[in-house]
């Protein structure tokens, strides 16, 4: 779990071990295929790879292995986005901000296959670097940094003005995680933001 200070919000995390949160029944998820097209206001189950909620009333959530799990937050609203290289390099990252008219609070990245550890081939780096605001400067050579370059992508597209919280693991190196790379595993990582209940991070003084 992921608290994300002062928004009264956490990013809840269930992956591969016991220690995982446990996800919400009110959670939506969407039916993802890697494309840059997002929903507003799903009911579930929608062909799409982002989504913009009632950040009040619904809990976005996303299914992820090594792509990397974007959620945003704005007064109103939450957005989720499932960000591997071919939704960052259609810009998935930008349709989803683009589709509030707030500003941005806060820009929360998930855990995902890292830089040092995400080699990929020539075309793959180069759709991705494409369209990246540094270009390919903070890639390294036959890799791509997926959590860096979604958030350099919300920088250009909504300045200096919201806040970013970043898990730093990787999926691949850590045995908590599910990582398609590491083991071709077909279990997936479940992610969402939520609203923190009244007193759920209360402890009992008397125990
Ligand atoms: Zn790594």
Redesign the pocket.
């Known amino acids: 779990m992921l608290i994300i200070p002062g928004s009264g919000c956490y990013m809840g995390v269930s992956g591969a071990d016991d220690q995982s949160d446990s996800v919400p029944e009110s959670a939506v998820f969407l039916n993802q295929v890697h494309s840059n097209r997002i929903v507003v206001n799903p009911v579930g189950g929608e062909t799409a790879d982002g989504m913009i909620v009632d950040r009040h009333s619904r809990v976005p959530a996303l299914k992820v292995a090594d792509c990397l799990p974007v959620f945003a937050l704005w007064d109103d609203f939450a957005g989720a986005a499932h960000a591997g290289w071919r939704g960052l390099a259609g810009g998935i990252v930008e349709n989803l901000l683009q589709a509030v008219d707030q500003p941005l609070r806060w820009f929360i990245t998930g855990p995902c ?6 080699s990929v081939g020539e075309e793959v780096r180069n759709a991705v670097i494409r369209n990246d605001p540094s270009a390919g400067r903070d890639h390294l050579p036959g890799r791509v940094d997926l959590r860096g370059s979604a958030i350099r992508r919300a920088r250009k597209l909504c300045g200096e003005q919201f806040k970013v919280a970043a898990s730093g693991e ?4 850590s045995a908590n995680l599910y990582s398609f790379r590491s083991n071709g595993t077909a279990g997936r990582n479940i992610l969402w933001l939520a609203e923190i209940e009244r007193g759920e991070h209360i402890r009992q003084l008397n125990d």
């Open positions: 296959i890292c830089g040092d550890c995400y990787c999926t691949l190196e």
